[in-house]
């Protein structure tokens, strides 16, 4: 989720770097640079996204430490009835729509948060260089 709002924003403070520096090598180096900064902040958001998951993982009280995974059991499962032809009668496409939505985004935010706690380091290296 932080991943994909930092390569949002690399383009338009590319964007800006190119208006407020009128050298092209300049520009090269300060666009680098704020790469640089945005992965490292990006890798210390997702950091302590990992710790409070792992914390409440850890947690000696049931409830905390299964709440996320029971939430996205439950949304699946609905959405599995969904397709099985048994639904609420009150239940509207939008709000189907709504919770494919979550389940979508807490498996890309699993997958995308594992990837980047793995990728995030390895590029940050490179642009040291």
């Not at 090269?28 to 996204?49: D, F, G, N, P, T």
């Given at each position: 989720m932080v991943s994909a709002l930092i390569g949002s924003l690399i383009p338009v403070v590319g964007?800006?770097?190119?208006?407020?520096?009128?050298?092209?090598?300049?520009?090269?180096k300060a666009q680098a640079e704020a790469v640089r900064l945005l992965m490292e902040q990006s890798h210390e958001i997702e950091q302590a996204a990992a710790q409070i998951i792992r914390t409440?993982?850890?947690?000696?009280?049931?409830?905390a430490a299964n709440w996320r995974p029971l939430l996205m059991l439950t949304?699946?499962?609905?959405?599995?009835?969904?397709?099985?032809?048994?639904?609420?009668?009150?239940?509207?496409?939008?709000?189907?729509?709504?919770?494919?939505d979550i389940v979508e985004l807490g498996i890309g935010g699993y997958v995308i948060g594992r990837s980047a706690e793995k990728v995030?380091?390895?590029?940050?290296?490179?642009m040291r260089r």
């Amino acid at each position: 989720m932080v991943s994909a709002l930092i390569g949002s924003l690399i383009p338009v403070v590319g964007k800006v770097i190119e208006r407020l520096v009128p050298d092209k090598e300049a520009q090269a180096k300060a666009q680098a640079e704020a790469v640089r900064l945005l992965m490292e902040q990006s890798h210390e958001i997702e950091q302590a996204a990992a710790q409070i998951i792992r914390t409440e993982a850890a947690s000696k009280h049931w409830l905390a430490a299964n709440w996320r995974p029971l939430l996205m059991l439950t949304f699946g499962a609905l959405i599995v009835a969904r397709w099985m032809g048994w639904t609420a009668p009150n239940l509207s496409e939008a709000e189907y729509l709504k919770l494919w939505d979550i389940v979508e985004l807490g498996i890309g935010g699993y997958v995308i948060g594992r990837s980047a706690e793995k990728v995030l380091p390895l590029i940050a290296e490179t642009m040291r260089r």
